[in-house]
């Protein structure tokens, strides 16, 4: 009964290096989304995708890439990674995307970029 | 665009007293309405949800929200704090787009609950 599940937990980068954070469901959903969380904030949409091979832009996607080659994975790709991108990084899934269904999310991965 | 505001960074309550988390939106159209509860070092976990309806929507561990269209807002409520509600709680809206389907949600910045003993 795992649902979302994000690896790492925590990461430490030095500015200018790449990393994936990773995001699997096992609960057969279309949807998928990757948040970011900052302190006093909320969270930002970064990116979403409705289903393998489709993915598009959230509210703050610059800096990331996504890909979606299959239902059960969703990464998130920092290419070169920036102080501005500390955050707290949650991966959502839901069945579908009528605007009543609820998210599903994972526990998050805490980067710090130094 | 659509936008959720809750304007308390921080609520406190003695335990056993009643609770209210404010929150109110901003739309063109119908809202969607949710509230999410985290707890620490946690991901989201769904509380509830207004689509249409009854104004009061009852949700999980006695939870319950009230929608009001006049004063655009969606209050979480509950009769009775416990302890163990001390978290971070997040509203958020939804709408259905021009195509048809619905956007990520917009959450609010979150209010922090504490329940003193």
């Known amino acids: 009964n795992a649902g979302v599940t994000q690896t790492p937990k925590f990461r430490i980068l030095k500015i200018g290096q790449s990393m994936t954070l990773q995001c699997a469901q096992d609960?057969?959903?279309?949807?998928m989304y990757w948040y970011r969380q900052d302190p006093g904030m909320g969270l930002k949409l970064i990116y979403y995708?409705?289903?393998?091979?489709?993915?598009d832009k959230g509210e703050v996607p610059n800096g990331y890439n996504v890909s979606r080659s299959t239902t059960e994975d969703f990464p998130l790709r920092l290419e070169l990674a920036a102080p501005s991108q500390t955050s707290v990084y949650f991966c959502?899934?839901?069945?579908?995307?009528?605007?009543?269904?609820?998210?599903?999310f994972g526990s998050g991965t805490q980067l710090s970029v130094l | 665009a659509q936008s959720v505001a809750q304007p308390e960074d921080q609520v406190n309550v003695a335990e056993g007293n009643p609770l209210t988390v404010k929150c109110t939106y901003s739309?063109?159209?119908?809202?969607?309405l949710f509230w999410y509860v985290q707890y620490p070092n946690r991901g989201l976990q769904f509380l509830l949800k207004?689509?249409?309806?009854?104004?009061l929507v009852k949700g999980s561990y006695g939870f319950e929200a009230e929608f009001n269209k006049s004063q655009t807002s969606f209050h979480l409520k509950k009769p009775s704090a416990l302890v163990s509600d001390s978290a971070l709680y997040f509203c958020?809206?939804?709408?259905?787009?021009?195509?048809?389907?619905?956007?990520?949600?917009?959450f609010g910045k979150g209010t922090h609950l504490i329940i003193q003993p």
């Open positions: 959502a899934s839901s069945p579908a995307q009528g605007a009543g269904e609820k998210l599903f």
């Open positions: 609960m057969n959903h279309n949807y």
């Open positions: 995708s409705v289903g393998a091979g489709i993915t």
């Open positions: 739309v063109s159209g119908n809202p969607y």
């Open positions: 207004y689509i249409t309806g009854d104004n």
């Open positions: 958020a809206v939804r709408v259905i787009n021009s195509g048809g389907g619905a956007d990520g949600l917009t």
